[in-house]
């Protein structure tokens, strides 16, 4: 057995934050959490929580909420709606949701039920095969008494809301 040292490290505390900064991962982890704790179940949000079955409905979803937190109202109501609806009634919607008296609180009320439907909150149930139809049946996230119902359609790929 060799001799042990009994000086103390002169190294600087960022010296040794470098040295574990260039340690694997997996190592860190392991010395910075030795034990691990059997889970206590999902929490009640997640128990609120459902989403979507199906990958390309739920990238719509992501799609329309990311859009809707940037406020392009253009870029949402173009992949918003149904494949069949007029150009003239597709810009009619657009302008009732940037111009009309109410746009402002329409706007916020879509786009947070739209968030609310990509991350599953209080949807209670979705109908329908997730293939052709979704239709998610929720409390409205802004207006707690409000159920509400939305239809989704795929159109050759193209997930839109109903007409």
């Not at 069949?84 to 111009?99: G, K, M, R």
């Amino acid at each position: 057995m060799g001799k042990k040292s009994r000086k103390v490290s002169k190294q600087p505390a960022s010296a040794a934050v470098a040295v574990a900064a260039t340690a694997p991962a997996t190592s860190l982890a392991a010395a910075a959490y030795p034990l691990t704790y059997p889970s206590d179940g999902p929490s009640e949000e997640e128990l609120n929580c459902l989403q979507s079955s199906s990958a390309t409905l739920q990238a719509k979803l992501d799609q329309l909420t990311s859009l809707a937190l940037v406020d392009d109202r253009s870029g949402f109501v173009q992949n918003f709606v149904p494949l069949d609806l007029s150009a003239d009634d597709a810009n009619a919607y657009l302008q009732d949701l940037t111009t009309a008296p109410e746009a402002a609180s329409q706007w916020t009320n879509l786009a947070s039920e739209i968030a609310a439907l990509a991350a599953g909150k209080n949807v209670h149930k979705i109908e329908g095969d997730q293939v052709s139809k979704a239709v998610f049946f929720f409390t409205h996230p802004l207006l707690p008494s409000c159920d509400r119902e939305v239809s989704f359609v795929c159109t050759r790929g193209e997930w839109r809301a109903e007409g």
